[in-house]
């Protein structure tokens, strides 16, 4: 992933640290090269609620870059078939108007499987929770779950890593220096945990060395 600076726009600031010979620090957000050549998308679910049995997905986004460094920008609403309960709306601000019209998941999962299939999956809490969404809402339709290459947990990471304090995204992008602007917004979220795994690529290189199959093996998990 040679740059993830275009996700300002998705809500997400990276606030860089520090100064090198009285200018700012150069370089792309996944400059390390280990995931060069290979598709790399933030993945970010909202929803109805926390069941994945019951409860239904209202917006999905996909942000990144491919294997060519051209970057992924998939993000749409979608009607859940269903009312949004309130207490669901107070958190993610998504109400039953703004997804009439929108389609429903059917409509939606063959634009994101060509992009999932193959590719680095990075998410926050992403294995207990958006996979366990778009495993269940893929049964429901009698559809095939994508195939990605590897999901990167970036909560499974923090806590692997022994990063201090709690591991909410919010509070470790305030710990890495990520200003998340649009909280609970799935293309916000998505860029934000892009930015994440770079800082903590930036932070615990030895965690990074080796072959991207050793990498991923080690800091990745196989639908």
């Given at each position: 992933?040679?740059?993830?600076?275009?996700?300002?726009?998705?809500?997400?600031?990276?606030?860089?640290?520090?100064?090198?010979?009285?200018?700012?620090?150069?370089?792309?957000?996944?400059?390390?090269?280990?995931?060069?050549?290979?598709?790399?998308?933030?993945?970010?679910?909202?929803?109805?609620?926390?069941?994945?049995r019951q409860d239904r997905v209202v917006q999905f986004a996909l942000v990144g870059s491919d294997s060519d460094?051209?970057?992924?920008?998939?993000?749409?609403?979608?009607?859940?078939?269903?009312?949004?309960?309130?207490?669901?709306?107070?958190?993610?601000?998504?109400?039953?108007?703004?997804?009439?019209?929108?389609?429903?998941?059917?409509?939606?999962?063959?634009?994101?499987?060509?992009?999932?299939?193959?590719?680095?999956?990075?998410?926050?809490?992403?294995?207990?929770?958006?996979?366990?969404?778009?495993?269940?809402?893929?049964?429901?339709?009698?559809?095939?779950?994508?195939?990605?290459?590897?999901?990167?947990?970036?909560?499974?990471?923090a806590r692997s890593f022994g990063v201090p304090g709690r591991h909410k995204l919010g509070l470790l992008c305030?710990?890495?220096?990520?200003?998340?602007?649009?909280?609970?917004?799935?293309?916000?979220?998505?860029?934000?945990?892009?930015?994440?795994?770079?800082?903590?690529?930036?932070?615990?290189?030895?965690?990074?060395?080796?072959?991207?199959?050793?990498?991923?093996?080690?800091?990745?998990?196989?639908?």
């Amino acid at each position: 992933m040679r740059s993830l600076i275009w996700v300002l726009g998705l809500g997400v600031r990276w606030v860089p640290f520090g100064r090198v010979h009285g200018r700012r620090r150069e370089g792309g957000i996944m400059d390390s090269g280990i995931l060069d050549g290979l598709r790399v998308l933030g993945f970010d679910l909202e929803t109805t609620g926390f069941n994945p049995r019951q409860d239904r997905v209202v917006q999905f986004a996909l942000v990144g870059s491919d294997s060519d460094g051209s970057h992924v920008n998939l993000h749409s609403l979608v009607d859940p078939g269903c009312k949004i309960p309130n207490e669901s709306s107070k958190v993610h601000g998504i109400m039953d108007d703004d997804v009439r019209g929108a389609g429903v998941f059917e409509e939606h999962i063959e634009s994101m499987r060509g992009l999932i299939d193959g590719a680095v999956i990075v998410g926050h809490n992403v294995v207990a929770f958006d996979w366990r969404f778009m495993e269940m809402e893929c049964i429901r339709i009698g559809r095939e779950v994508p195939q990605p290459l590897a999901i990167v947990d970036t909560l499974v990471v923090a806590r692997s890593f022994g990063v201090p304090g709690r591991h909410k995204l919010g509070l470790l992008c305030e710990r890495f220096g990520i200003r998340l602007e649009r909280s609970h917004r799935a293309d916000a979220d998505a860029g934000a945990t892009l930015l994440l795994l770079w800082k903590l690529m930036k932070a615990y290189p030895n965690k990074f060395r080796g072959s991207v199959q050793e990498v991923l093996d080690s800091i990745g998990s196989r639908p």
